[in-house]
């Protein structure tokens, strides 16, 4: 028998009350309705979608038109989990402090510190935190105490994507090279003339003290939320750094892009860990330019 909480007028009632909640804080338009033609392509199906989704996974939604990626991650949750953090954040019953603390070796006062002055509202965005500089930064966090927490997290988020069972199918879909240098070139024009974030439909700046510029993202289904990265202790090979946090089908993720410093030829930005993608797709994009110059 269907989970009260897993039926398909149940998940359209919480993709509505989503929609609702992103309307009253100003969400865009767009995002808004995607959700509440989620929520009615639900109400129009007559077979229970969550026993489709467990057994294909993101398959799953080929077949009902009108759905994009976003809706679809946010079905695969609710299916998965029973519930859905963005909207448990929105609905303001979250003790965020509480769930912060709760982590081994962060301990009450740096989750308090964690959510008050940097605004981590989640444990995905606290693990964004200890990798990009920002918890470093805090009063009292030492080398060793930040790697504890990185493996905490590191534990706790992978123990929670197998609670219930994983989907086959919906393991992430990570955004392409293409679409990670997209979202850094975006950021980094931005950061040069920001007030060119107010002429793009999907991109929003939040106000931010110079050199700490936010900006939150939706591009080809994925939404972004893109930072300046911390810098490595004496620059090393890599320079500009800029911080990537992507939402995948399972959880929240982050990259690094760098700049390489190179003694000849062009500094090419990079992706840390998918390096050698990176460089073929410069390449490529090169040969492309030259074809175009010789026809």
């Known amino acids: 028998m269907q989970s ?57 939604f080929e077949s009902i038109p009108g759905l994009d990626m976003l809706a679809r991650r946010a079905i695969c949750q609710l299916v998965t989990r029973g519930s859905l953090p963005i909207l448990q954040r929105l609905r303001g019953k979250l003790d965020v402090p509480t769930l912060l603390g709760a982590v081994v070796a962060v301990g009450k006062r740096t989750a308090q510190r964690a959510h008050e002055i940097l605004g981590i509202e989640s444990l995905e965005e606290l693990e964004v935190a200890a990798h990009d500089g920002r918890l470093a930064a805090l009063a009292g966090m030492g080398a060793k105490r930040l790697e504890a927490i990185r493996t905490a997290l590191a534990t706790l988020l992978g123990t929670r994507l197998t609670k219930g069972g994983l989907l086959p199918a919906a ?27 107010k002429r793009t439909g999907n991109a929003d700046r939040e106000p931010a003290s110079p050199g700490h510029m936010i900006i939150h993202l939706v591009h080809h289904g994925h939404n972004y939320t893109v930072m300046e990265g911390a810098c490595a202790s004496g620059g090393g090979l890599w320079r500009d750094r800029v911080s990537i946090m992507y939402d995948g089908a399972d959880r929240w993720r982050q990259c690094m892009v760098v700049t390489e410093q190179i003694e000849h030829g062009p500094a090419n930005r990079l992706i840390l860990g998918r390096e050698l993608e990176c460089r073929k797709y410069h390449a490529a994009a090169v040969t492309h330019k030259m074809r175009l110059l010789e026809a």
Do not use: C, W
């Open 4 to 60: 009260d909480a897993r039926t398909n007028v149940a998940i359209a009632r919480r993709l509505d009350e989503l929609a609702d909640l992103l309307e009253v804080q100003h969400a865009s338009a767009g995002r808004v309705d995607k959700f509440r033609g989620a929520a009615r392509a639900l109400d129009r199906m007559a077979e229970p979608l969550a026993p489709i989704v467990r057994r294909k996974g993101m398959d799953a």
């Open 171 to 197: 393991a992430l879909i990570a955004p392409s090279v293409a679409d990670l240098l997209y979202v850094d070139e975006t950021f980094r024009k931005f950061r040069i003339k920001p007030d060119s974030a």
